[in-house]
């Protein structure tokens, strides 16, 4: 690894933990700012869009020959709130322990990532690399929350010039060492589509001092949370988890419950995840109930959290809502806004292949393994805008797994230096490999 860009991607990670941009409220400008400050020192043009003064995007472009395809490397400047009390460091210090790790929101998601992009970028600028094709930097507001349409949605809507071959974006990239000795490198090729619902339990209100009156809704909505939450989905392999069964040497036509133990016995990593990689998930999260304490509700509802896989439907959920709830407690549900997500990339391009001749380089006998990631990403919104073959790739090696996942969205977030060195490394070659 080269030491002076690993201390570079640092220094520059660390410069924009420090900036609080948590969302809500986001206020991401001061955190695009300091990509902006740090590209234009190093001869990169680029512009701020943004729809709030507060929450701008950044766009940043190395020009290509016009030989080529164009690439887009993405990282979003926002991050989720994080409550000091909580952490053994304070989350926006970016304080470097002496065992090489800097602490702060954002380290794992997805600061870093954003950190290494710019310095891909500057790096290959001031080297003097002419890309084939346009190289971008694309840095978005508003992932985490989504709602205030200033981030991707917005900012592919209003510049149709971002249009671009190929994209680069969060997720994927973990280094796994399987049980049979083999190392593979994870290369995120969709995600999920989200479909949230309300579930309403149908009662009878009365005067909570004689409980007996009316029908309360809160225990039979308690009784329905518990159908939900035994409840288990039909299980189905959609293309990409189909490919990751194969590159395991999993047999993916046999029964799935045994697909999904082989992947298990092979790393940890697979038995999290394989039951939400092989169908709808339905997560009981937001109560409502009486209110006023003294009032036994006629009505109570649960929030639930739906994930589905790409190409269910809005029938594919009620269908596994229905059999999961019966028909024995009075209910009803609406779904709460239309499916967001749920878009894949196909394999066998030659983004796809850079990819695996950098891992192969840096890592000699590593392979790719496709997946799906259970949750969403800003890659939806540019597949779905430009039909833009995007990919989650960002290689994770030092920091172990445990503390990069335990730290995402939760306390104590942290990441070794070295991991921004593998990454900026690996990223430069990707990008020579597919734009040179």
């Given at each position: 690894?080269d030491t002076a860009?690993?201390?570079?991607?640092?220094e520059l990670?660390?410069e924009?933990?420090?900036?609080?941009?948590s969302n809500p409220?986001?206020?991401?400008t001061p955190?695009?700012?300091?990509?902006?400050?740090y590209?234009?020192?190093?001869g990169?043009?680029?512009?701020?869009v943004?729809?709030?003064?507060?929450?701008?995007?950044?766009?940043?472009?190395l020009?290509g020959r016009g030989t080529?395809p164009?690439?887009?490397?993405?990282g979003?400047?926002d991050v989720v709130?994080a409550?000091?009390?909580?952490w053994?460091?304070?989350?926006?210090?970016a304080e470097?322990d002496?065992d090489?790790?800097v602490w702060?929101r954002?380290?794992c998601?997805?600061?870093?990532e954003?950190?290494?992009?710019?310095?891909?970028?500057?790096h290959l600028?001031r080297?003097g690399?002419?890309?084939?094709?346009d190289?971008?930097?694309i840095?978005?507001?508003?992932?985490?929350?989504?709602t205030?349409e200033?981030g991707?949605?917005?900012?592919?809507?209003?510049?149709?010039d971002l249009?671009?071959?190929y994209?680069?974006?969060?997720?994927g990239?973990?280094?796994?060492e399987?049980?049979?000795?083999?190392?593979?490198y994870?290369?995120?090729?969709?995600?999920k589509?989200?479909?949230?619902?309300t579930?309403t339990?149908l009662?009878?209100?009365?005067h909570?001092s004689?409980?007996?009156?009316?029908?309360n809704?809160v225990?039979?909505?308690?009784e329905?949370?518990?159908?939900?939450?035994a409840?288990?989905?039909?299980?189905?392999?959609?293309?990409?988890?189909?490919g990751?069964?194969e590159?395991?040497?999993?047999?993916p036509?046999?029964?799935?419950?045994v697909?999904?133990?082989?992947?298990?016995a092979l790393?940890?990593?697979f038995a999290?995840e394989?039951?939400?990689l092989?169908g709808?998930?339905?997560?009981?999260?937001?109560l409502t109930?009486s209110?006023?304490?003294?009032?036994?509700?006629?009505?109570a509802s649960?929030?639930v959290?739906?994930?589905?896989l790409p190409?269910?439907?809005?029938?594919?959920?009620e269908?596994?809502l229905r059999?999961a709830?019966g028909d024995?407690v009075p209910?009803e549900f609406?779904?709460?806004?239309?499916?967001?997500?749920g878009?894949e990339?196909?394999?066998?391009?030659?983004l796809h292949?850079a990819?695996?001749?950098?891992?192969?380089a840096?890592d000699?006998?590593?392979v790719?393994?496709?997946?799906?990631?259970t949750g969403?990403t800003?890659?939806?919104f540019i597949?779905q805008?430009?039909?833009t073959?995007?990919?989650?790739?960002w290689?994770l090696?030092?920091?172990?797994?445990d503390?990069y996942e335990?730290?995402?969205?939760?306390?104590d977030?942290r990441i070794?230096?070295?991991?921004?060195?593998i990454?900026?490394a690996?990223?430069?070659?990707?990008?020579?490999?597919l734009?040179?």
């Open positions: 690894m860009l690993r201390d570079e991607a640092v990670m660390r924009l933990v420090r900036v609080d941009s409220p986001g206020r991401e955190a695009a700012l300091v990509v902006q400050a590209l234009e020192a190093n990169v043009a680029c512009e701020l943004a729809r709030d003064p507060d929450r701008a995007n950044l766009v940043a472009r020009p080529g164009s690439l887009a490397l993405m979003h400047t709130p409550d000091a009390q909580d053994a460091r304070p989350p926006f210090a470097l002496d090489g790790y702060g954002g380290t998601d997805m600061k870093n954003l950190a290494t992009r710019a310095v891909v970028i500057a600028a080297t690399f002419q890309p084939s094709g190289l971008l930097l840095s978005q507001a508003d992932e985490e929350d989504g205030d200033v991707m949605p917005w900012l592919l809507r209003e510049r149709p249009r671009c071959d994209a680069i974006d969060e997720g990239g973990t280094r796994l399987l049980a049979d000795g083999r190392v593979v994870t290369l995120q090729v969709g995600e589509a989200t479909l949230p619902a579930i339990a009662g009878e209100a009365g909570a004689i409980p007996t009156l009316g029908r809704a225990p039979m909505l308690a329905l949370i518990r159908r939900l939450d409840h288990r989905t039909r299980k189905r392999l959609v293309p990409a988890i189909r990751m069964v590159a395991l040497g999993v047999d036509d046999q029964d799935l419950d697909v999904a133990a082989q992947c298990a790393h940890p990593a999290v394989m039951e939400a092989l709808i998930t339905i997560a009981p999260t937001l109930g209110s006023a304490r003294n009032v036994l509700p006629g009505r649960v929030g959290d739906c994930r589905i190409g269910d439907t809005q029938d594919d959920l269908r596994e059999a709830l024995d209910w609406r779904f709460d806004q239309g499916i967001t997500g878009t990339s196909a394999l066998g391009t030659p292949d990819i695996a001749a950098a891992v192969d840096h000699p006998g590593a790719l393994v496709p997946q799906l990631s969403f800003d890659a939806a597949r805008a430009f039909g073959v995007a990919y989650g790739f290689p090696s030092v920091t172990p797994l503390v335990n730290g995402m969205h939760n306390k977030e070794h230096v070295d991991d921004l060195g990454a900026t690996m990223q430069i070659d990707v990008v020579t490999r734009l040179g």
